[in-house]
T-cell receptor, first 116, second 112 residues
Framework: NAGVTQTPKFQVLKTGQSMTLQCAQDMNHNSMYWYRQDPGMGLRLIYYSASEGTTDKGEVPNGYNVSRLNKREFSLRLESAAPSQTSVYFC???????????????FGSGTRLTVV | AQSVTQLGSHVSVSEGALVLLRCNYS??????LFWYVQYPNQGLQLLLK??????LVKGINGFEAEFKKSETSFHLTKPSAHMSDAAEYFCAVSSNDYKLSFGAGTTVTVRA
């Protein structure tokens, strides 16, 4: 099925460990995003890539890095995980074209990360 | 800058009753507005969106929303709630920007 695929679905890390969350979309979308979801706080933007070859910080980038590997793939890396990074992480993509923001996003099913 | 406020973190309705979820936004330019639904342990799914044109927007599953510029609101309604409507709902705004800003979400519970 077409859409946004995230791996893994679940992960438990120890404090200080590193890991990379993978995201791929097969809809030929230009823009890709990483959000985290925490209870009562909605979704907060970590990083985004408006187009292949560019990345920019969102609201809460500290402790994360990203790579736009190609048009399809956008990965999120935690270099040294902390308990405050326990969250549900969502990748999304959008076909922005010349009217940014008009088309909304297609979301992946999320990665539940626990840092102990 | 853009932001969204959803009034009420939790709404409980009886099956068959009206569902009303409130959303107010701030934006420096004409906004694009969205409602998403999230079922337990799933990603977000687009319910409906307003970009331009008709201010009453119809979406999936019988939901609709009305854009009121004078009130900076985009409230979501459904005339008759169904048990399957139990979920979390997010309002989001974009202001000709690559980013969406989300509200904190409203959890809907449907009572039999």
């Amino acid at each position: 099925n077409a859409g946004v695929t995230q791996t893994p679905k679940f992960q438990v890390l120890k404090t200080g460990q590193s890991m990379t969350l993978q995201c791929a979309q097969d809809m030929n979308h230009n823009s890709m995003y990483w959000y985290r979801q925490d209870p009562g706080m909605g979704l907060r933007l970590i990083y985004y890539s408006a187009s292949e070859g560019t990345t920019d910080k969102g609201e809460v980038p500290n402790g994360y890095n990203v790579s736009r590997l190609n048009k399809r793939e956008f990965s999120l890396r935690l270099e040294s995980a902390a308990p405050s990074q326990t969250s549900v992480y969502f990748c999304a993509s959008s076909s922005q074209g010349l009217q940014p923001g008009k088309y909304g996003y297609t979301f992946g099913s999320g990665t539940r990360l626990t840092v102990v | 800058a853009q932001s969204v406020t959803q009034l009420g973190s939790h709404v409980s309705v009886s099956e068959g009753a009206l569902v009303l979820l409130r959303c107010n936004y701030s934006s420096s330019v004409p906004p694009y507005l969205f409602w998403y639904v999230q079922y337990p342990n799933q990603g977000l799914q687009l319910l409906l969106k307003y970009t331009t044109g008709a201010t009453l927007v119809k979406g999936i599953n019988g939901f609709e929303a009305e854009f009121k510029k004078s009130e900076t609101s985009f409230h979501l309604t459904k005339p008759s709630a169904h048990m399957s409507d139990a979920a979390e709902y997010f309002c989001a705004v974009s202001s000709n920007d690559y980013k969406l800003s989300f509200g904190a979400g409203t959890t809907v519970t449907v009572r039999a």
